[in-house]
Each structure stands twice: as structure tokens, then as C-alpha cells.
């Protein structure tokens, strides 16, 4: 079984410019995650999808971060415009979303720099 | 809110040495406790998990014993390997909070043969 799929594994770019990020999840997996880990951190929610629904994007920084998931499959997240302190691994993830306990399994990450 | 505090690093040893990362956790409910381990350009990987008090998670070695009574998650093994070398995340999961995952900052074992 194919795990999480990420692209591009690295990417960069200068400051102000646009950048997008894709993620398909593991066939069958319900929520999908996307995290932000800025270096020597642990990865720090941005926004939780169950299906194609935002259920917690409270940790987004709507002026300049926008993320969908259509279809309740692949989910793409954008940046527009980048700032330096963009500059981290977003990492993507999903799980079945069982309600007993919440085992979650990541993709390699996309690693961004912002110059 | 919920969190998870784990010992800084980097942690250094040698092959065979005996390995603790400390890790103690604040949530509001009963939370599920995790270890991920992330080797050099690789993403988060599942390394145990202990869903309910007095549990014990293992895998490869590595073990974890679930205390409520410390709300700590302590990760050990017996004999590192230089292939444990990697970045070791604590990590919990609360129902009551939406089931949202909760990182610890990370620690970086070096294991020198």
C-alpha cells in the first residue's frame, strides 16, 4: 500500500513569489493533515480536513496561506505571496479518523526556502 | 491547553548504550501517547503508541510505559544501534480536543560506533 505522497520534495524561491504544495493521502483516509516544522520544532497543525471540510483551520494565517481538498482526496496548500519566515518543511498527513484514538501517518514533506 | 515537553537534545552515545528521552505531557482529558522517529530526509514515522494508562508500547526494541500518575511517556532501549540515529518526537492525541496531535520539539540521538 502506497503511503502519503507529497511534491515537490524540495522547492525554492524567492520572497513575494507564489508557491503550491500537493498531497495525496492514503486510499481510504478520511482526514488529512497539513503541518508546519520549522527547524529543530515539532510539526505545529495548520488546518485538519474530514473529507473535503475544514474542521480546524484556526492555526492558518488566512492572509497569505489557503489550502483545499477537493473532491475529499488529494489537497493542495498555497502561499501567496511567500515571506522569508515561510522558510520550513510542510509536512501532510492522514488518518482513517477513528474516534478511538488518532494514528496518523505522514509524507516525507516538502522542504521550502524562501530567499 | 494540551502539550508535550521532551528532553532537549541533541543526545549523543555510544553503540550499546542504554537510551532514555524523557517526555511528560499536560492534556485536559485522557489522551493517546506516541512516539515518531524521523530519520535524516524522511517524514514522521509511527515508533509506538500506548492508548490508555499503564499501557506499554514496543517496537523495534524501543519501549514506552503510558504513567498517569506522572503523565510522562518516557521512550527507552536497552542497546542502541547507530542506525537509531534520528530525531525522536513525543507526541499525544486528546478526544476532547478534537483528537489534534501535539508535538514535543524533537530530540536528536546520535549513536557513534
Known amino acids: 500500500e502506497a503511503g502519503v505522497v507529497q511534491s515537490p520534495r524540495y522547492k525554492i524561491i524567492e520572497k513575494k513569489q507564489p508557491v503550491a504544495f500537493w498531497c495525496n493521502p492514503i486510499?481510504?483516509?478520511?482526514?488529512l493533515y497539513w503541518y508546519l516544522q520549522n527547524l529543530g520544532q515539532g510539526p505545529e497543525l495548520l488546518i485538519r480536513?474530514?473529507?473535503?471540510?475544514?474542521?480546524?483551520d484556526s492555526q492558518l494565517p488566512k492572509d497569505r496561506f489557503s489550502a483545499e481538498r477537493l473532491k475529499g482526496v488529494d489537497s493542495t496548500l498555497k502561499i501567496q505571496p511567500a515571506e522569508l519566515g515561510d522558510s520550513a518543511v510542510y509536512l501532510c498527513?492522514?488518518?482513517?479518523?477513528?474516534?478511538?484514538?488518532?494514528?496518523?501517518?505522514f509524507g516525507p514533506g516538502t522542504r521550502l526556502t524562501v530567499l | 491547553g494540551d502539550s508535550v515537553t521532551q528532553m532537549e537534545g541533541p543526545v549523543t552515545l555510544s553503540e550499546e548504550a542504554f537510551l532514555t528521552i524523557n517526555c511528560t505531557y499536560t492534556?485536559?482529558?485522557?489522551?493517546?501517547l506516541f512516539w515518531y522517529v524521523q530519520y535524516p530526509g524522511e517524514g514522521l514515522q509511527l515508533l509506538l503508541k500506548?492508548?490508555?494508562?499503564?499501557d506499554k508500547g514496543s517496537n523495534k526494541g524501543f519501549e514506552a510505559t503510558y504513567r498517569k500518575e506522572t503523565t510522562s511517556f518516557h521512550l527507552e532501549k536497552g542497546s542502541v544501534q547507530v542506525s537509531d540515529s534520528a530525531v525522536y518526537f513525543c507526541?499525544?492525541?486528546?478526544?476532547?480536543?478534537?483528537?489534534?496531535?501535539?508535538f514535543g520539539a524533537g530530540t536528536r540521538l546520535t549513536v557513534k560506533p
Open positions: 498527513a492522514s488518518s482513517l479518523g477513528d474516534s478511538t484514538y488518532n494514528e496518523q501517518f
Open positions: 486510499s481510504g483516509h478520511n482526514t
Open positions: 480536513y474530514e473529507n473535503e471540510e475544514a474542521v480546524d
Open positions: 492534556a485536559t482529558g485522557y489522551p493517546s
Open positions: 500506548a492508548t490508555k494508562a499503564d
Open positions: 507526541a499525544l492525541s486528546d478526544l476532547n480536543n478534537n483528537n489534534d496531535m501535539r
